[in-house]
Each structure stands twice: as C-alpha cells, then as structure tokens.
C-alpha cells in the first residue's frame, strides 16, 4: 500500500463518530494521510492502544467534542443509535458536511433500522431529518471493513466509493477525502439516487472496483 500525503494547505480536521470497524478503518486511513483525526466516542481512554498505533496522528474525545472541532464529519456508528446521537450532536454539526456510512443491520437495528430499509425513498431519508441543517452525503456506506483495510491504495482500479448528496460542494469534499483513503469516488447524484446502492441492490456489499460500480449504475 502507497499513501501520498495530503499538502499542509489540505489537511482538514475530521470528526469520526465511532471508532469501530468502518470508522476505525476509514480513520486510520486518512490520519495516515495527513489528516487531522479525532474520533468521537463514549470512552476516549479506550482507544489509547489504536492511538499508540498511529503514533499521535489521531485523538479522541467525546462525541460533540470531536464534532464541534472538526471541518467535516463521518458518521460510522450503529443504526440504531442515529436518534439519540443527532439529538446530542446537533448543535455542534450545524450546517457542516456529514458523510454517514451508517447501514441498518436487523435485527440488531430494531425498528427503527427495520423502517428505514423498507423506506421507497432510501436509507439516507431515515437520517436526513434528524440532523436537517447539516450537509448530508451517503459515503463509504457499500463495502466490507476488511476490503477497505486490505485494499486501500492498491494499484490498478481502486475499490469505488458511490457518494450521494444535495449540496455540491459537500459532494466533492466527499471525492477527495475518498481519494485520500485509497479510493475511487463514483458520484451517484443527489441524495434521493442513494438508494441506487442501498443494502440489497448490486453494488452493496460487492467489493467493486470504481469502474464496475460506474457501470452497475449507469454512470459515464
């Protein structure tokens, strides 16, 4: 694996909501970039053998801590948990950029997991008005832990990352920091084509490269 660093004038501070097995991963990726990390969990003593690992290129901190400092924010928490974190976390994220990478796992997810993948609108939808000033973009909701551990930077076509949202600007952050990891960006559109690569539809779960997810969504 081959990680370019980000350029000082690049560097940005994110905030990782759970430091589990996509946050953990995706977040080790980027402090390894260059990018200032700080993960946002219950217990931030915790994570002091992750941190050791990574040499003083992350922090932790309380959730609304990690949120209130950081440019963008990734949202890699369970399902389930979506209600009580926005209510935490609202005020501190504002209109900031959220990338949720979160996915409903029944049964674990209840009810509330259970309504959002039977929405017709998409996963993002059960999300979106819970934190309704904030800048929302579906991210690094698709592909395996292990894959995106093991994969990064690899050379040839890298694994793809779908990205929807409705804001612009929040979508192309999005691509570069997904460029940053070791991946391939593929823009799906606005956050209602979220549901293009939802649990369920081909691209899920796949482990495909950025040009076989273009093609699985009809993407030039």
């Known amino acids: ?75 890699a928490i369970p399902f389930r948990a979506w209600p009580d974190v926005a209510a935490e976390i609202e005020a501190a994220l504002g209109d900031k950029v959220l990338l949720d990478a979160t996915v409903p796992d029944p049964p674990r997810d209840g009810a509330f997991g259970d309504a959002a993948l039977a929405r ?36 040839g076509d890298r694994i793809g990352i779908p990205l929807a949202g409705d804001d612009e600007e929040a979508v192309a952050l999005a691509a570069r920091l997904v460029v940053d990891a070791g991946f391939d960006p593929v823009v799906a559109g606005r956050l209602a084509l979220a549901r293009r690569f939802d649990p369920g539809t081909a691209v899920f779960d796949s482990g495909m490269s950025g040009p076989e997810v273009r093609a699985a969504l009809g993407i030039a």
């Open 1 to 75: 694996m081959v990680t370019t660093p980000v350029e000082q004038e690049a560097r940005m501070k994110i905030g990782i909501l759970g430091a589990g097995m996509i946050g953990g991963t995706v977040g080790r990726l980027w402090a390894q970039a260059g990018h200032d990390v700080t993960f946002g969990v219950r217990h931030p003593e915790r994570l002091r053998p992750m941190l050791a690992e990574l040499g003083g290129k992350a922090g932790a901190s309380p959730a609304v801590d990690a949120v209130a400092g950081a440019d963008v924010v990734l949202a």
């Open 120 to 155: 017709k609108d998409g996963v993002a939808f059960a999300v979106a008005p819970l934190l309704p000033r904030a800048k929302l973009v579906r991210a690094f909701s698709t592909v395996m832990w292990t894959t995106l551990r093991s994969q990064a930077h690899r050379a």
